[in-house]
């Protein structure tokens, strides 16, 4: 039987790290530091499991990226002492977050594990304590010496996703998320099933780099009919706008008006890098498919395949706060860089 895992459990805030005063009916932060007297489950799991908490937890709809590097410094200085980290985070903004770290964490060989609840962790019909559990378990799952899960991840009601292919769908089922274009890399039933041909494998000799500059000057474009032109201009003339994510119709296509096209053309001009992902939940961008799409196409728009929403828009804040050249912007984009997008 091999050595025991080292689990690192990082409290960031969020429902499940609350429980209920039943005296008051009010809610309050839970003690991480008594985790196992309060959840004896966790004693039977083969792994040693401590703690850090954020000094104020957050909720989740205040995080930003420079709470993103709080939990990026967090697993950099802790990376060697532990065998896997649990973060713990509200779940409206989860996607947003692991997605981030996906990009943030280059050359993982280590599980980073995202997860949360629906419900406080003392709540009767909670979903805080199979979640908490069973991601503490997925994180300790070692062969050969080394973890069997090497990324960041996300794990919601008895499936483990890819963070950077999720996108919360539910804000009252259990079932909160979903990977639609993306398999689950794992799914706990009466047996854990680890779909090992989804997952991702780092060479162990490549340096743990942690990037921890996230360039904010970006934003997000949802077409409708009837957008018109003052509203976009007022979006592309955003001062120091660096890149934009232009959630497009069906297989990336756009309304084909003279002046919808110019002006994206004369932004694209000035040096704004502009991704079209479609806003349809799953399936792909394939500018020239249809009509409606060609004209972006000789535009050169950024291709986002079937990359979501929340991981193009960290995407071009960690490509941006890392320096890449507008030269080789549209390209490395384009290239799978933690499996956030299926390459053609």
Known sequence: MGKKANILLIYTGGTIGMVKDYSSGALRAFNFKKLVSNIPELSQLACKIESISFKTPIDSSNMNPSHWASIAEIIEKHYDRYDGFVVLQGSDTMSYSSSALSFMLENLTKPVIFTGSQLPIGDLRTDAKENLITSIQIAALQENNQAVIQE??????????????????????????????????????????????????????????????????????KLFPGFNRALLRGVLGIPNLKALVLETYGAGNAPTDDWLISDLKEAIGKGLHIVNVTQCSGGSVMMGRYSTSEKLKKLQLINGGDITTEAAITKLMYLLGSGVSHKSFRTIFETSLRGELTQN
């Open 152 to 221: 960041v991840c996300l794990y919601f009601e008895y499936k483990l996703y890819r963070a950077n292919r999720t996108t919360k769908i539910n804000a009252e089922h259990f079932q909160a998320f979903t990977s639609i274009n993306f398999p689950a890399l794992a799914e706990s039933g009466v047996h854990l099933k680890i779909n090992r041909n989804s997952l991702r494998k780092n060479l162990k000799h490549n340096k743990f780099i942690v990037h921890k500059i996230m360039d904010t000057n970006v934003a997000i474009f």
